[in-house]
């Protein structure tokens, strides 16, 4: 059969030694199995997509069982390469490359099936035929069948969404604790509200007058509201009579000296005007419409004009000029000549046909323009939407092949991610499920806990132990952060005293320099003093002389 032969790498078994088939399998017993095994494992995978297909071969009929196999790879979505009468004759026979080729098409994506599978069965809208919809109760009912699928999507899409979230139980405790801290300040800060307000004065007139105020807050908002409606209905309401009045003022414009007789007359001309344009314009444009319609349609099934082709066109009609201007001047001579020779007619008839085929070469040269025209718009309209995708140059054929096989490998690849993400997904469905049924265990044990220790005379230990265990590791976490703050203030010491021994160093040999200038300063201030004494003296003393005589 086309499609499929025996060199294909087909080995299902694989597949079907892992969970959760288990078939034990290799390729030795796998090509061993009779066709009816064959068709059977078969059915057993099917048996796992979805378990109507739970059937004993053995006891159905294979017309039947080639029927529910074939709707259901149908609703599988499943194309095999041979035709239906060939894949049908296969299932019956249980052809064994047909089988295996099956199977290798389903093993890999078999959960991918499984989902598909159990929305088939809901999303495969029933074909109810038209004269029966005619019926208001079938067409009732069908409706609310159709609604009911798009209700069952939204469902399936919000249910998915939730299985896809990862979120774990130490996230939601952890969030249960925020919020319930959150809860408590709320409640603290209402209390604190409360305890303000109850110590005013008139309190419940002042309650009162609030309510009123939002009441007649939301009554003006309400107010609002009316007036723009109004607003807007007002102002349509003005359009709508400035449109009347405008034409009522062209109706009496035009009615003014309109009698029964000029009024008839107006619509006898209206009527033979408009049959005349249904009779004898409409019809001629529409056929003008037609050719033009077919010319179109058969430019659009030629191949397209190169410019070679224009060039033969353009070739061809100087020809055909040159032709007619050498008949024309052979005719004027003939003429010239012997204006009786009856070869005139002849001539003249062929320069008729020349005429027409050059009026006919004119239009087949208009029509190549055109055509002309329109490719090159095309091709620019063209140039421009690659321009606008960021797109520089066409792609040459090896580049062409080139993207395509990168198109495929990125396909590929994306199946081979999709796989792994539908694997996670799995994973992540039966982790939840393992978390809930531990937190119901947990929730169990506690509960008998607690039993034990009001038995025992002991209750709430267990709690007390959780106290504990939560102080001891807030102690461990403030311990750690002191232990953080101490090495901060150690290597900021350590940090200090470094930066002191750094600027010591850069001013001993300063200092040692300041010594004996210090020295010598001393001297000079000494030295200075002293002279400053003797020399003051020995000045002030003729000066108070001086200053003292008159007095005396």
């Known amino acids: 059969s086309s499609?499929?032969?025996?060199?294909?790498?087909?080995?299902?078994?694989?597949?079907?030694?892992?969970?959760?088939?288990?078939?034990?399998?290799?390729?030795?017993?796998?090509?061993?199995?009779?066709?009816?095994?064959?068709?059977?494992?078969?059915?057993?995978?099917?048996?796992?997509?979805?378990?109507?297909?739970?059937?004993?071969?053995?006891?159905?009929?294979?017309?039947?069982?080639?029927?529910?196999?074939?709707?259901?790879?149908?609703?599988?979505?499943?194309?095999?390469?041979?035709?239906?009468?060939?894949?049908?004759?296969?299932?019956?026979?249980?052809?064994r490359f047909i089988v295996q080729a099956t199977l290798y098409w389903i093993l890999p994506r078999v959960e991918q099936l499984k989902t598909r599978a159990y929305l088939g069965k809901y999303l495969v809208k029933i074909d109810v035929p038209e004269e029966i919809l005619q019926d208001d109760e079938v067409e009732k009912l069908h409706e609310e069948y159709l609604e009911y699928l798009e209700q069952f999507k939204e469902v399936h899409k919000a249910t998915e969404a939730l299985k896809s979230h990862t979120y774990t139980t130490?996230?939601?405790?952890?969030?249960?604790?925020?919020?319930?801290?959150?809860?408590?300040?709320?409640?603290?800060?209402?209390?604190?509200?409360?305890?303000?307000?109850?110590?005013?004065?008139?309190?419940?007139?002042?309650?009162?007058?609030?309510?009123?105020?939002?009441?007649?807050?939301?009554?003006?908002?309400?107010?609002k509201e009316q007036k723009l409606s109004i607003r807007a209905s007002i102002q349509t309401a003005d359009t709508q009579s400035n449109r009347l009045m405008h034409q009522l003022r062209e109706l009496r414009s035009t009615s003014g000296n309109l009698t029964v007789q000029t009024l008839m007359q107006r619509l006898e001309d209206e009527y033979s005007t408009i049959k005349r344009m249904v009779e004898s314009t409409l019809p001629h444009e529409i056929e003008q419409k037609k050719k033009s319609c077919l010319n179109k349609q058969k430019v659009v099934l030629e191949p397209a004009?190169?410019?070679?082709?224009?060039?033969?066109?353009?070739?061809?009609?100087?020809?055909?000029?040159?032709?007619?201007?050498?008949?024309?001047?052979?005719?004027?001579?003939?003429?010239?000549?012997?204006?009786?020779?009856?070869?005139?007619?002849?001539?003249?008839?062929?320069?008729?046909?020349?005429?027409?085929?050059?009026?006919?070469?004119?239009?087949?040269?208009?029509?190549?323009?055109?055509?002309?025209?329109?490719?090159?718009?095309?091709?620019?309209?063209?140039?421009?939407?690659?321009?606008?995708?960021?797109?520089?140059?066409?792609?040459?054929?090896?580049?062409?092949?080139?993207?395509?096989?990168?198109?495929?490998?990125?396909?590929?690849?994306?199946?081979?991610?999709?796989?792994?993400?539908?694997?996670?997904?799995?994973?992540?469905?039966?982790?939840l499920r393992t978390s809930d049924i531990l937190q119901a265990q947990y929730d169990s044990i506690k509960e008998i806990l607690m039993q034990k220790e009001k038995e025992k005379g002991i209750s709430g230990y267990s709690d007390a132990q959780d106290e504990l265990l939560k102080v001891s590791e807030q102690k461990g976490q403030t311990d750690e952060q002191k232990g953080k703050v101490l090495q901060d203030m150690s290597d900021m010491s350590n940090k200090l005293n470094q930066m002191i021994a750094n600027k010591k160093a850069q001013l001993n040999p300063i200092i040692k320099e300041l010594r004996p200038l210090r020295a010598e300063a001393q001297e000079l201030a000494r030295q200075h003093k002293k002279e400053k004494s003797t020399d003051c003296d020995s000045a002030l003393i003729p000066l108070l002389n001086a200053a003292l005589i008159p007095l005396l």
């Open 3 to 95: 499609g499929i032969n025996a060199e294909w790498p087909l080995r299902p078994g694989e597949h079907l030694n892992k969970p959760p088939f288990n078939k034990n399998f290799n390729m030795i017993t796998f090509d061993k199995l009779e066709p009816l095994q064959v068709l059977q494992v078969l059915n057993d995978v099917f048996t796992y997509i979805d378990d109507k297909n739970r059937k004993d071969l053995r006891e159905e009929l294979p017309e039947e069982m080639a029927t529910r196999m074939l709707k259901f790879l149908s609703l599988l979505n499943y194309r095999p390469e041979v035709t239906l009468e060939e894949f049908q004759t296969g299932i019956i026979t249980g052809d």
């Open 305 to 431: 004009m190169t410019d070679d082709d224009l060039r033969k066109l353009q070739a061809d009609e100087r020809t055909a000029q040159s032709q007619l201007q050498n008949l024309l001047q052979e005719k004027q001579a003939r003429e010239d000549d012997d204006r009786g020779d009856e070869k005139l007619s002849m001539f003249r008839k062929q320069a008729t046909m020349i005429a027409r085929k050059k009026q006919d070469m004119k239009a087949a040269l208009d029509s190549a323009r055109e055509q002309l025209a329109e490719a090159e718009a095309e091709v620019n309209e063209k140039k421009m939407e690659m321009k606008k995708s960021g797109i520089d140059r066409v792609l040459t054929g090896n580049e062409f092949k080139a993207y395509v096989a990168q198109i495929k490998s990125k396909g590929n690849d994306y199946k081979a991610k999709r796989s792994q993400m539908t694997e996670l997904r799995a994973e992540v469905g039966v982790l």
């Open 170 to 223: 130490a996230d939601l405790k952890k969030d249960i604790s925020k919020m319930e801290t959150e809860y408590e300040q709320i409640v603290k800060n209402i209390d604190r509200k409360k305890v303000k307000v109850e110590s005013l004065e008139n309190l419940e007139d002042m309650m009162e007058a609030v309510t009123e105020l939002r009441k007649e807050q939301e009554r003006q908002d309400s107010f």
